[in-house]
């Protein structure tokens, strides 16, 4: 499969038209609904592949954030070799109690796995959770950047954003 062909299927699965809420409160008149590739295990499969080469080098962990980037960080973490962390957005209250569950990030070189970024909110705000409990963060990787501010929100808190797919990749295979 063409890298063509791989933007193509992401964009006929995943992108909706609407009115939608996002997670930063705008009203968008399209969505990526990341499930529908999270959902599909050769199309992850095939992301996850894809995405590997842009992991940093010096990378020890990959952590996915909660709730689609643990699906993104499980396969990816398969290409890799890399253990992984699974992010949550608060700590739960109950058993471990932990935000982060999984492999350690106290000391080591962490980098954040997303699905889609917009705004880059969650992933400024699980960095710093992050950076709380030892952990080197300065990269995110995410399937789709929509090229929305988030890249740029996010290296004004010192995180280099890589992402596989942009918006303006979907556009042209729209």
Same mark, same amino acid.
């Given at each position: 499969m063409t890298d063509s062909d791989l933007?193509?299927?992401?964009?006929?699965? $995943?992108? *909706?038209?609407?009115? !939608?809420?996002?997670?930063s409160g705008r009203t968008a008149t399209e969505y990526f609904d990341k499930y529908q590739f999270e959902a599909d295990p050769v199309l992850l499969d095939k992301l996850a592949q894809r995405m590997a080469v842009l992991i940093p080098e010096g990378t020890e962990v990959l952590a996915g954030l909660e709730?689609?980037?643990?699906?993104?960080?499980?396969?990816?973490?398969?290409? $890799?070799? *890399?253990?992984?962390? !699974?992010?949550?957005?608060?700590?739960?209250e109950y058993g471990t109690a932990r935000l982060c569950e999984g492999a350690e990030v106290a000391g080591r070189r962490v980098l954040v796995v997303?699905?889609?970024v917009t705004s880059g909110g969650q992933v400024v705000i699980s960095t710093g959770e992050l950076r709380k409990l030892g952990a080197h963060v300065d990269h995110a990787l995410c399937v789709i950047d929509r090229q929305e501010g988030g890249a740029e929100a996010l290296a004004d808190h010192g995180i280099k954003l890589r992402a596989l797919l942009n918006r303006a990749d979907l556009d042209a295979a729209n």
């Open positions: 933007t193509q299927q992401v964009n006929s699965v $995943a992108r *909706l038209t609407g009115t !939608f809420t996002l997670r709730m689609g980037g643990i699906a993104v960080v499980t396969a990816l973490g398969r290409h $890799a070799g *890399l253990p992984c962390a !699974f992010v949550r957005k608060q700590a739960k997303e699905d889609v």
